[in-house]
T-cell receptor, first 113, second 111 residues
Framework: ETGVTQTPRHLVMGMTNKKSLKCEQHLGHNAMYWYKQSAKKPLELMFVYSLEERVENNSVPSRFSPECPNSSHLFLHLHTLQPEDSALYLC????????????FGPGTRLTVL | AQSVTQLDSQVPVFEEAPVELRCNYSSSVSVYLFWYVQYPNQGLQLLLK??????LVKGINGFEAEFKKSETSFHLTKPSAHMSDAAEYFCAVSNDYKLSFGAGTTVTVRA
């Protein structure tokens, strides 16, 4: 399998649930990114990992917890979310320091009830 | 920090008519620019990129863009729109270790 994969593709959860989103890249990149895309809003960069080290956290609430165990895998752990967190969550990977071209996964459509 | 501005939030176009999506960037020493397309409920797909060299860049699906340093612009064009071009388009500029994206332009195609 090639490219950037995300699982699950769709997720419905209650406000008290705990779930995790998974992202995997098979491109040999050294950086991975989480974005939030809400309806009628611009893309929001949430987290950036470079060489498995978090280099950016854009004032994201603590109910979102990222984890990058190695350069190929990225997780977003979710707990006690709010309905306004419903959105498309996109993962991307790329090479930092080389133009920063990014390759995106298909996204996880999250609905918080 | 570098940034981009997409000048149109929506662009309606008739099938087989030309389409142009406008993007301006903030000036800097080295500029690396990208156009991505997003179809409904999918991730972003790279259409084309300008890194260096020829200022006219050709991409997938018949799209092209021209880098104009004097105008700080990187407009995306296609001579003849198809129904399958209906999507959201994002302009982006390289910025330190990440990309800065514009707000997006929604293209609708009418028969």
């Amino acid at each position: 399998e090639t490219g950037v994969t995300q699982t699950p593709r769709h997720l419905v959860m209650g406000m008290t649930n705990k779930k995790s989103l998974k992202c995997e890249q098979h491109l040999g990149h050294n950086a991975m990114y989480w974005y939030k895309q809400s309806a009628k809003k611009p893309l929001e960069l949430m987290f950036v990992y470079s060489l498995e080290e978090r280099v950016e956290n854009n004032s994201v609430p603590s109910r979102f917890s990222p984890e990058c165990p190695n350069s190929s895998h990225l997780f977003l752990h979710l707990h006690t979310l709010q309905p306004e967190d419903s959105a498309l969550y996109l993962c991307a990977s790329g090479w930092t320091g080389r133009y920063n071209e990014q390759f995106f996964g298909p996204g996880t459509r999250l609905t918080v009830l | 920090a570098q940034s981009v501005t997409q000048l149109d939030s929506q662009v309606p176009v008739f099938e087989e008519a030309p389409v142009e999506l406008r993007c301006n960037y903030s000036s800097s020493v080295s500029v690396y620019l990208f156009w991505y397309v997003q179809y409904p409920n999918q991730g972003l797909q790279l259409l084309l990129k300008y890194l260096s060299g020829s200022t006219l860049v050709k991409g997938i699906n018949g799209f092209e863009a021209e880098f104009k340093k004097s105008e700080t612009s990187f407009h995306l064009t296609k001579p003849s729109a198809h129904m399958s071009d209906a999507a959201e388009y994002f302009c982006a500029v390289s910025n330190d270790y990440k990309l800065s994206f514009g707000a997006g332009t929604t293209v609708t195609v009418r028969a």
